[in-house]
């Protein structure tokens, strides 16, 4: 029976979050546009030719790292090739989600049709067959220093020979009976092929696009909240306005929505002569935050459509290469792991001056008068937990030394580490939102308050689960039922169809946005910056 899914065609272009979010999801297929498998036999050719001839092909006709200097003979090839792959099956803990998986496998097949690679269309076909059976690998997360992920993709590399585990119809399974359920075959190496299934950093890129993907939603609903609690203290809008004229691009960006969202009720007014910086700085904390995190995403998207095989095809040559270290995209999501510090700061902030008494006469720890209750000032101190911990991951890790494979290899990105610390941050902001939609939406209430647009998503969903405070109790469940509803694909989605910011929405594809118009077509994007 024909699979009813739309078809990507990949090209060795760049893909873009959309087709990734449709690969990662299993919602497309894929197959490899024809020009793309011509580069590949082209520089296949150039491979055989060399083996040919007696040359020296690293990975291939020699040893790997500090086996470099070690030759094969023919007889040899097939056995080292084999070896090569199910070696770098040394990756341990939880495993990758697997869209990420899925992805990655997507990733190296586009990779390769650059035509760069030299490896063999038989290997491109295998990934392509194994995600068409949606046979996907066990990638177990740590394994990786960041320069080719060979611990990670060295897993998948191992299934395609029938080791390691297998996901196959939401079972996991050994690799050899995943295949036979699926009714595949284990595949052997061709020479080039071991080290082309595993020297790349396709996990790490398809990682980090599905975290940075995550971290704009998450971004996108803190800031929503954001405008809640400034409604709730009455806060001034000119500052928003005035980012309009005198703003960078992207805090005129945040300034806009800001005064958009907050049109269409009867925005409370408690402001004396100017506000707190956290009330007035929002749009340029949101607007430097969401720089970053755009700057980070293009980077990774062109990463999705580069070669970082070691050796290369060009110039008819078997080359050695050192593009295997993805410093640029490491950098980046560094830069933006310390600007999620800023937007958790910001956060706290807001939540200590809803507490404090001191905006829009609001009592202390948003006791309504005449109740007898401790209130939310011990909830505050879970505010600053949570803003410590994203402060602590935003020490950079990218440049600390390591040395390995006997003094060959002494450069790493630790990519993989840096899109651990960044997703943990992410989720850290999703609790420190509920928090802080939590609290205002007792301050609106303490003054009847009625919003609309944004900030009713918001005010609905906490009380949804948490009722108007009047008598001490505990808040531990309701926090994290608030956390899960504002970090749900349905929040996301209802938020941007009301209130979108269409340079973020639609390059994330965030809650829905474009998917309903998505027509297959090849993966080239274009790359210009929003």
Same mark, same amino acid.
């Given at each position: ?99 990420? #998986? ?60 029938? #080791?390691?585990?297998? #996901? ?124 970053? #995190? ?237």
């Amino acid at each position: 029976m024909p699979d009813p899914k739309p078809l990507i065609e990949l090209t060795g272009q760049p893909i873009g979050f959309t087709e990734l979010l449709l690969i990662g999801e299993n919602k497309v297929r894929l197959t490899a546009a024809p020009e793309g498998l011509a580069r590949v036999q082209a520089a296949r050719a150039v491979v055989e030719q060399a083996m040919a001839e007696g040359k020296p092909v690293y990975g291939a006709t020699t040893g790997v790292g500090a086996m470099k200097d070690v030759a094969w003979s023919s007889e040899e090839l097939d056995a080292f090739n084999l070896g090569l792959v199910r070696a770098h099956h040394f990756g341990t803990g939880e495993p990758f989600p697997i869209s990420v #998986v899925r992805n990655a496998m997507a990733l190296r097949v586009n990779t390769a049709l650059t035509g760069y690679v030299g490896c063999s269309t038989d290997l491109v076909n295998n990934y392509l067959e194994l995600l068409s059976a949606d046979v996907i690998p066990v990638v177990r997360r740590t394994g990786s220093i960041g320069c080719a992920d060979i611990g990670l993709m060295g897993q998948i590399g191992a299934v395609l020979t029938g #080791v390691g585990e297998a #996901v196959y119809e939401g079972k996991r399974l050994p690799a050899a009976e995943a295949f036979k359920r699926a009714g595949l075959r284990p595949r052997r190496m061709a020479p080039r092929d071991g080290l082309a299934s595993l020297s790349v950093n396709a996990v790490s890129f398809a990682a980090a696009a599905e975290t940075t993907r995550a971290a704009a939603g998450a971004l996108r609903t803190l800031l929503a909240v954001g405008l809640a609690a400034s409604g709730a203290m009455g806060a001034s809008r000119d500052p928003w306005i005035a980012v309009t004229h005198v703003g960078t691009p992207r805090e005129a960006m945040i300034g806009k929505w800001l005064c958009n969202a907050s049109e269409g009720w009867d925005w409370p007014s408690g402001t004396h002569v100017q506000d707190p910086l956290s009330l007035r700085m929002i749009a340029q904390v949101f607007g430097a935050v969401f720089e970053s #995190v755009l700057t980070a995403g293009h980077k990774i998207l062109a990463a999705t459509g580069r070669t970082d095989d070691n050796p290369v095809i060009a110039e008819g040559r078997v080359l050695t290469s050192g593009g295997s270290l993805p410093l640029d995209v490491t950098l980046l999501l560094e830069s933006a792991i310390l600007c999620m510090a800023h937007a958790a700061r910001n956060s706290f902030n807001r939540c200590v001056l809803l507490g404090n008494g001191q905006r829009r006469d609001l009592p202390v720890n948003l006791v309504p008068e005449g109740a007898i209750a401790t209130g939310f000032g011990p909830i505050i101190k879970l505010a600053g937990e949570i803003f410590s911990r994203v402060l602590s991951m935003t020490n950079p890790v990218s440049a600390q030394s390591l040395v390995v494979a006997g003094g060959m290899e002494d450069e790493a990105a630790f990519l993989p580490l840096v899109i651990e610390r960044f997703d943990r941050q992410m989720q850290a902001l999703k609790r420190l939102a509920a928090l802080e939609a939590l609290l205002a939406a007792q301050a609106m209430d303490i003054h009847g308050d009625k919003p609309s647009g944004a900030v009713k998503l918001v005010y609905d969903v906490v009380r949804r689960h948490a009722a108007f405070y009047t008598v001490d109790r505990p808040l531990s469940t309701e926090v994290e039922a608030i956390e899960d509803e504002l970090a749900s694909e349905e929040f996301l989605t209802g938020l941007i169809a009301i209130s979108p910011i269409h340079a973020i929405d639609g390059f994330f594809a965030l809650g829905g946005f474009g998917m309903d118009s998505f027509q297959p077509r090849p993966t080239a994007i274009d790359l210009k910056y929003p």
